[in-house]
T-cell receptor, first 114, second 117 residues
Framework: AAGVIQSPRHLIKEKRETATLKCYPI?????VYWYQQGPGQDPQFLIS???????DKGSIPDRFSAQQFSDYHSELNMSSLELGDSALYFC?????????????FGPGTRLTVL | AQKVTQAQTEISVVEKEDVTLDCVYE???????LFWYKQPPSGELVFLIR??????QNEISGRYSWNFQKSTSSFNFTITASQVVDSAVYFC??????????????FGAGTRLAVHP
C-alpha cells in the first residue's frame, strides 16, 4: 500500500538559510499534518491542512509557513533557519479531517542546521 | 488542558519477557481518541492502534494487547513474549474531538524499550 512520501529525507543547511520540505499524502487522503521532533523529544504539532485550507495551527514559528496544493501535497517553508530548528520533521496524512481519523506518518525529513 | 503522561522513560527486558508500557491521559472532552505509535531506531513513526473514548473493549493483536480504562484515564500497552525487534520508542497520543483543532495529536514523552537477547 502507498505510504506518505517526504522529500528530501535529509537536509543540511546553514544558519539564516531557507529550506523547503515536501509531503505527498497517501492517495485520497485529504488532510495533512506537520510535526517537529527534536532530539530525544516527542513530536510536536506544527500545522494542519484540510482540503487545502489551514485547519489548525500549533507552535509553529512565524519564520515557518506551509500550504497544501491542489493535488493535496504540502510544503513546509522554513526561513532564517536557526540551530534550534535542527530536528526530524514528520508529515502525516489522514482521510476526512472533519472527524478524528488515523494519521499515518511519513518517514520524516531530518534537518540539520549548521 | 490535554496531556499525556508516560512515566516510564526507559524499560529494559530480556527476550520472551512480557512488558507493559503505561499511558495516562488528561482531557476535558467526552469524545477523544487514543493512539499508540512505535518509533524504531530507523526513525519512522508506525501506527499501532486507535481507540475511541466510547469503546473500552480491550484489544489483542498477536503479541500486542491494549487495556483502556476510563476510570483511571489509562491506556496501557502490553507486549507478550517480547522480541529484539520490539526494541523501539513507543509513544502514546491523544486527540480530542470536541475542543476543535482538527485532530492534532498530543504525544506523551515516549518510553524507550530495549529488548536484549
Amino acid at each position: 500500500a502507498a505510504g506518505v512520501i517526504q522529500s528530501p529525507r535529509h537536509l543540511i543547511k546553514e544558519k539564516r538559510e531557507t529550506a523547503t520540505l515536501k509531503c505527498y499524502p497517501i492517495p485520497r487522503h485529504d488532510t495533512v499534518y506537520w510535526y517537529q521532533q527534536g532530539p530525544g523529544q516527542d513530536p510536536q504539532f506544527l500545522i494542519s491542512f484540510y482540503e487545502k485550507m489551514q485547519s489548525d495551527k500549533g507552535s509553529i514559528p512565524d519564520r515557518f509557513s506551509a500550504q497544501q496544493f491542489s493535488d493535496y501535497h504540502s510544503e513546509l517553508n522554513m526561513s532564517s533557519l536557526e540551530l534550534g530548528d535542527s530536528a526530524l520533521y514528520f508529515c502525516a496524512s489522514s482521510l476526512d479531517g472533519g472527524e478524528t481519523d488515523t494519521q499515518y506518518f511519513g518517514p520524516g525529513t531530518r534537518l540539520t542546521v549548521l | 488542558a490535554q496531556k499525556v503522561t508516560q512515566a516510564q522513560t526507559e524499560i529494559s527486558v530480556v527476550e520472551k519477557e512480557d512488558v507493559t508500557l503505561d499511558c495516562v491521559y488528561e482531557t476535558r472532552d467526552t469524545t477523544y481518541y487514543l493512539f499508540w505509535y512505535k518509533q524504531p531506531p530507523s526513525g519512522e513513526l508506525v501506527f499501532l492502534i486507535r481507540r475511541n473514548s466510547f469503546d473500552e473493549q480491550n484489544e489483542i493483536s498477536g503479541r500486542y494487547s491494549w487495556n483502556f480504562q476510563k476510570s483511571t484515564s489509562s491506556f496501557n500497552f502490553t507486549i507478550t513474549a517480547s522480541q529484539v525487534v520490539d526494541s523501539a520508542v513507543y509513544f502514546c497520543a491523544l486527540s480530542e474531538a470536541e475542543s476543535g483543532g482538527y485532530n492534532k495529536l498530543i504525544f506523551g514523552a515516549g518510553t524507550r524499550l530495549a529488548v536484549h537477547p
